[in-house]
């Protein structure tokens, strides 16, 4: 809807729905196909928008908008409330679930022929957006000033198995615990272990995020345009609607083992209020001559916190209850046709399940900082701009950034390296080593805070020639630099150690130092028209009117970390890096040269050579650092051949247009294999497949497609 009222007043709105459904089974099996019904797990995204622009005079124009985003993912199994565990013969257990039946080698074992849909599952993620912008015109400035207010809410429920997860045994022989053949299990129907979880709560949280700005564009001379801005946001800290969540508090008592450190369910914000979130802004246009512009700018952004993951801060909504062995006892826990003793779920009155058991390596906390702080990222920039002729124009540009207080999840329930330098205390260390943790009551602390940092220089060199006999050209090469301490938010960082983390700060994985890209589009001079051929009839409309575009990359390959296996010696926990003992320009190659055989693998030429790597000694972390190897580069090119066929003047054409990726068959390949294992080296250095999919930027195959397109 876009609709003037009068000259004055103007009102547009927007409604959409995207409908998808992701179609599943009950099983993957191929023979299921003829028998097994397909259900699907629905999403539904709908965007709401309506903007209303007043203008009160010629210098004054007032714009008020309000947004809405849902979207709605429901996972509803066929098989939910059925109680198909009785109807598969498993007494003594709940209806509401599929019974996941498993066994074999994994963690967890696999699917008994890929059956099993799962439990329930839904997420409902809702955004509210209202913001008013006011734009005033006062002599040489242009004056805007505005406020944003955004409403986040996430609701979701997690997928259970209260009909349970069971794990098959096979063999009741003393210490004979499996009979070595995965249906033979199933077939014996005898349960190793089994688990049954139930969900106590919904995770709900919820966000209120206020921002205000304000800015003038302001030309105290024609040839400069100064833009100067401040604007300040607030976040509110992390919070459940119904307050069912999770904090780790290191000085609580633990209920279940007196020791210090705990985990509470209080209800409020999680950290606490951050108010100074100031971001200035600084942008400058100078016409310092005919054919030169000057540009520049420095400015501030906050980062949003919300969640970096689902059900963060959330442990123990999650009721679980195992049947399992004692310690040292092989026998099965009991058969699928007399099913599983009584279940019962320790829920407390606050709807917390709490942990039952003495595995405590399983048990997990989360501890999001009190002390927590809006990340910001700093930008800059400066550049020239040359037009040296009536179409060709030259930039030279450089930017940075830097990411300040960025959002880090570090696992802090880890035993510092130089715990001990006794080697007999150091094994004992390594053979216990849940009872050396900080918190031994637990496995896995995730501490989420402001512990990331990363830096952006990055110099680039652009030429292009506007349209101009039938041409147009556009060619850059970028010259840049990017370090990081974690890739990712909100993932198991694999690192050295938790005590010195400045030991990751290094090259990010997705770090490319050289980056070298050409644009061609050519009309094609042939037709009416044009210098060849000018002529109408069958001869223009079958060669007439093409249009040719070619686009070439060439770039310098991402970073890698090299690691290591095999090791005859024993370390604590800890990323498994080794000790280079030659410069990389003698470990790596320059470019890749398989040699005479791509195939065995073990007899490719080496990208990475063994000879330049040791194992650390016992209980001492290696000396290489991460990120510090490069893996092979990109040659990959694209180009596209189009033609318009008018079919009813200018109000309807139709676009036929034929495209290939990597013309001429380059063959980009992925890093190579880079654990080095001086016990088994047949792969270290070696490659196994080529970059990207069928059609991905740096594939390694040639692909073509043929379009059609019909515009009114």
């Known amino acids: 809807m876009d609709h003037q009222f009068n000259p004055s007043n103007r009102i547009f709105g927007r409604y959409s729905h995207v409908r998808h459904r992701s179609l599943t089974r009950l099983s993957n099996e191929l023979l299921w196909e003829l028998v097994d019904p397909i259900f699907t797990i629905p999403i539904d995204q709908r965007n709401v928008v309506i903007s209303d622009t007043h203008t009160f005079n010629p210098t004054t124009i007032n714009e008020f908008r309000f947004g809405f985003n849902r979207r709605h993912r429901t996972k509803l199994p066929p098989t939910q409330d059925a109680d198909w565990a009785k109807q598969l013969g498993i007494p003594n257990t709940s209806p509401e679930s599929f019974p996941d039946i498993r066994g074999g080698v994994g963690s967890p074992p696999p699917r008994y022929f890929n059956l099993g849909p799962g439990g329930l599952e839904e997420q409902l993620a809702q955004d509210y957006v209202f913001q008013n912008n006011v734009t005033k015109i006062v002599r040489k400035h242009t004056l805007k000033f505005g406020y944003e207010g955004l ?57 209120f995020s206020h921002s205000w700005y304000m800015q003038t564009d302001w030309k105290p001379i024609r040839a400069l345009t100064l833009n100067l801005g401040l604007r300040w946001s607030y976040e509110t800290p992390f919070h459940t609607a119904g307050g069912k969540q999770s904090q780790f508090d290191p000085t609580a008592t633990d209920q279940l083992t007196g020791r210090r450190g705990a985990i509470l369910h209080t209800a409020g914000a999680l950290a606490k209020k951050d108010l100074n979130n100031f971001q200035p802004r600084l942008g400058v246009a100078w016409n310092f001559s005919p054919k030169w512009v000057f540009r520049g700018n420095f400015g501030m952004i906050t980062s949003d916190l919300l ?69 910001y990222v700093m930008n800059w920039s400066s550049g020239f701009q040359y037009q040296f002729s009536g179409s060709w124009l030259a930039e030279l540009l450089y930017q940075g950034s830097s990411g300040v207080g960025l959002l880090n999840n570090w696992d802090l329930n880890v035993v510092p390296l130089d715990v001990s330098r006794d080697p007999v205390q150091l094994e004992l260390i390594r053979t216990q080593y849940q009872n050396f943790k900080p918190y031994p009551q637990f496995g896995s602390i995730n501490h989420y805070s402001n512990y990331g940092h990363n830096t ?53 994985s997705y770090d490319i130092n050289h980056r070298w890209v050409t644009t061609i589009t050519w009309e094609m001079p042939f037709g009416k028209g044009k210098k060849y051929m000018n002529v109408t009839g069958w001869r223009n409309a079958l060669f007439g009117g093409w249009e040719l575009m070619g686009s070439q990359h060439f770039q310098s390959g991402p970073p890698m970390t090299v690691t290591f296996a095999g090791s005859p010696f024993r370390y604590l926990p800890g990323a498994s890096r080794p000790t280079q003992i030659k410069p990389n320009d003698e470990v790596k190659l320059a470019h890749v040269d398989l040699g005479g055989n791509r195939f065995p693998i073990s007899a490719q030429n080496r990208y990475i050579k063994t000879d330049g790597f040791i194992y650390p000694a016992a209980f001492t972390p290696g000396t290489l650092g991460r990120n510090t190897l490069q893996a092979p580069g990109l040659v990959w090119m694209q180009s596209s051949l189009a033609k318009e066929f008018p079919i009813v003047g200018e109000r309807v054409k139709f676009q036929l247009r034929f495209d290939v990726n990597n013309v001429y068959k380059y063959h980009n390949f992925n890093p190579p294999n880079s654990i080095f294992n001086a016990t088994d080296p047949s792969t270290f250095g070696t490659f196994n497949g080529t970059r990207g999919s069928f059609s991905d930027i740096g594939t390694g195959r040639w692909h073509g497609i043929i379009v059609g397109r019909l515009m009114w």
């Open 151 to 207: 409403r986040t809410t996430y609701d979701a429920l997690v997928e259970a198995l209260p009909s349970g997860l069971y794990n098959m045994a096979g063999s009741e022989r003393p210490f004979t615990p499996n009979t070595g053949n995965r249906f033979a299990n199933l077939l014996l129907g005898t349960v190793g272990s089994a688990q049954f979880t139930k969900t106590t709560a919904e995770w709900e949280p919820r966000w």
């Open 307 to 375: 969640a970096s993951r689902l059900n963060t801060n959330f442990e123990e909504y999650l009721a679980t209850a195992n049947v399992q062995a004692p310690v040292g006892d092989p026998r099965p826990v009991f058969r699928l046709s007399q099913g599983p003793p009584a279940i019962q779920f320790n829920v407390g009155q606050d709807g917390a399940a709490p942990f039952i058991g003495t595995n405590y390596s399983s048990r997990n906390a989360t501890w999001f900082d009190p002390n927590m702080r809006m990340p």
């Open 456 to 508: 952006y220089h990055g110099a680039t060199l652009r030429v292009e020639k506007r349209y101009s006999s039938g041409t147009t050209l556009s060619s850059f090469w970028t010259f840049s630099k990017t370090m990081n301490d974690v890739d990712d938010d909100d993932t198991n960082i694999s690192a050295i150690t938790f005590y010195n983390r400045r030991l990751e700060k290094a090259r990010a």
